[in-house]
């Protein structure tokens, strides 16, 4: 099984943020779509910041580059460097983080021939909004970032499967799970 997954010290990160309030989100200027970026964001609470990164890898059992979510805690005062070169901006935000979930899609190719768990999102429920930070295409490094929308009104499991299909070529299957962070 390939694993697209949070490590367990990621989680144990991811879950210290919540009660904290959420205090802004740092990305590139995206003139075309405001509510994407290219491959990292930082995301800034009032006790931490992270950046969230959204990275091809290689994965030879596989033969293909797949874009995997990871996350790293970092210096609020250091400054934030896109991955996209370019302008960056801070988008304020508010609110005390309540709840904390995970989207995970396994995807079953031919039967069992493949099998790919992969975390697709991650949602912040504050006081005020939710925010999802998410990939919808297996091997794009673009993170949409959507407030109060479920990750299933972007990408339902049927764009999963069509994505996965390879025009048909491909048996798929794809359940789909979210889970808390406690």
């Known amino acids: 099984m390939i694993k697209l997954k949070f490590t367990n010290d990621m989680l144990t990160l991811l879950k210290t943020l919540k009660g904290q ?4 989100y740092e990305k590139e200027k995206n003139i075309i779509n405001d509510n994407s970026t290219y491959g990292n964001i930082r995301l800034n609470f009032d006790k931490i910041s992270i950046d ?16 995997c979510f990871s996350c790293i805690k970092v210096d609020a005062n250091q400054k934030f460097i896109p991955i996209a070169v370019g302008e960056t901006e801070i988008i304020q935000e508010k609110g005390k983080v309540n709840k904390i979930e995970i989207v995970t899609d396994t995807i079953n190719l031919n ?8 975390d697709s999102a991650i949602s912040f429920y504050t006081d005020y909004a939710c925010y999802t930070f998410a ?13 109060n929308k479920s990750f299933d009104s972007i990408c339902p499991i049927s ?19 979210t889970t808390e962070i406690v």
């Open 21 to 24: 309030c959420f205090l802004s």
């Open 52 to 67: 969230l990164v959204n990275e091809q890898e290689l994965y030879e059992e596989f033969e293909e580059e797949l874009a």
């Open 111 to 118: 039967h069992s021939e493949v099998l790919i768990e992969s």
């Open 135 to 147: 990939r919808t295409i297996w091997f794009s490094e673009v993170i949409s970032i959507l407030f």
């Open 159 to 177: 764009n999963v499967v069509e994505a996965w299909s390879n025009d048909g070529e491909n048996d798929v299957t794809v359940n789909r799970k």
